[in-house]
């Protein structure tokens, strides 16, 4: 799955990476994504387990070929508010034939869509990473408060939704 730069700062901010690679499998990152993190002093235990990952092979480094760099340019030229690593993302995935892509914000996941990809955001991680059975109830309770805490900022309509689909599958568990 290819990732946007947002989930990986959740679940690295979290101590959390590794849950998120086992939920989702190896993840493919563009460069302009992993300067993202890895550039901001603020985000410096991110990167360092952002490269912990990278060199555990777990998430890898792709460059866009000059097709898909001009497709990034494009997504950017039609959709201004979205930043490079966003449109970059989406450009990666169709570059590497991805059906989903891995980010939060609204728009960039709505760009997503408009151009044949799932969007899949950190919440849905939770959901995947418990019916996998990688993490518990009370793990993916406490996740969300800590990103919550963290200042992951999701509508009240996706809160309750995600929190319906936990619901559910609890049930379906039992």
Excluded at 31 to 52: D, F, G, R, W
Excluded at 111 to 133: D, E, Q, T
């Amino acid at each position: 799955m290819i990732s946007n730069a947002s989930p990986l700062i959740n679940f690295a901010k979290l101590n959390k990476l590794t849950i998120l690679i086992k939920s989702v499998g190896t993840l493919k990152i563009s460069e302009t994504v992993l300067k993202e993190v890895a550039q901001k002093e603020s985000y410096s235990q991110e990167a360092e387990l952002l490269k912990e990952q990278i060199e555990r092979a777990n998430i890898a480094v792709k460059r866009l070929n000059a097709v898909f760099l001009q497709k990034s340019a494009q997504i950017r030229a039609a959709f201004r508010s979205l930043g490079i690593g966003e449109s970059e993302t989406i450009a990666l995935a169709l570059q590497e034939g991805e059906s989903e892509v891995l980010m939060d914000d609204l728009q960039a996941r709505e760009v997503a869509k408009l151009n044949g990809l799932k969007p899949v955001g950190s919440l849905r991680v939770l959901l995947i990473g418990f019916n996998k059975g990688i993490i518990g109830e009370s793990d993916v309770t406490n996740l969300f408060r800590q990103m919550a805490e963290n200042k992951f900022w999701v509508s009240g309509e996706i809160a309750l939704k995600f929190l319906e689909l936990f619901e559910k599958a609890k049930k379906k568990k039992r």
